[in-house]
């Protein structure tokens, strides 16, 4: 398994759309095991292939049950609504506060091909899965922020990016 490279805010590919995914093979196995390693020793507790370059429905989740994998996965429903502070391995060091849905209506395959719907009730997981499948669309936490907090935001990755 290999540590792959998250892409960092900035990066064209966060803002491409992925595409759906024809085959649950071998490569895909390979890219789940090593997103896994990935997202494992960043620390975060989710992320979406496009992080790392590849621009498939996927995304992979771990909120401390145990790695989740959803390949193609869409949102059905969705019900209430909940603002929390959120990071992301491609926007890092940085916290903004987003609107999220409480609970959502999930479907996925999963790595056995086989098509899983269930609802995610859980705050911290449906945040996650809303998140990542942002990125599968495109979109990143700076996008679903205010105003004020994008330009917080903003500055603060230009003091960060010339401190380094």
Avoid: W
Wanted: hydrophobic fraction near 45%; aromatic fraction near 4%.
């Amino acid at each position: 398994m290999a540590v792959l490279k998250i892409r960092k805010f900035g990066d064209l590919i966060l803002k491409e759309k992925c595409i759906q995914i024809a085959n649950i093979d071998y490569e895909l196995e390979e890219l789940v095991k090593n997103m896994a390693k990935t997202m494992y020793e960043a620390p975060g507790i989710g992320l979406a292939a496009s992080q790392v370059g590849v621009l498939k429905q996927l995304f992979i989740c771990d909120i401390g049950d145990g790695l989740q994998v959803y390949v193609n996965p869409k949102i059905l429903a969705i019900e209430g609504e909940d603002t929390d502070e959120e990071g992301c391995l491609s926007v890092p060091g940085i916290n903004v506060p987003v609107k999220r849905a409480k609970k959502i209506k999930v479907v996925a395959l999963n790595m056995n091909k086989k098509k899983v719907a269930f609802v995610a009730d859980n705050l911290l997981l449906a945040r996650a899965i809303q998140h990542e499948i942002d990125h599968l669309h495109g979109i990143i936490i700076l996008d679903r922020t205010d105003s004020e907090n994008r330009r917080r935001a903003l500055s603060e990755l230009n003091e960060n990016a010339k401190r380094n």
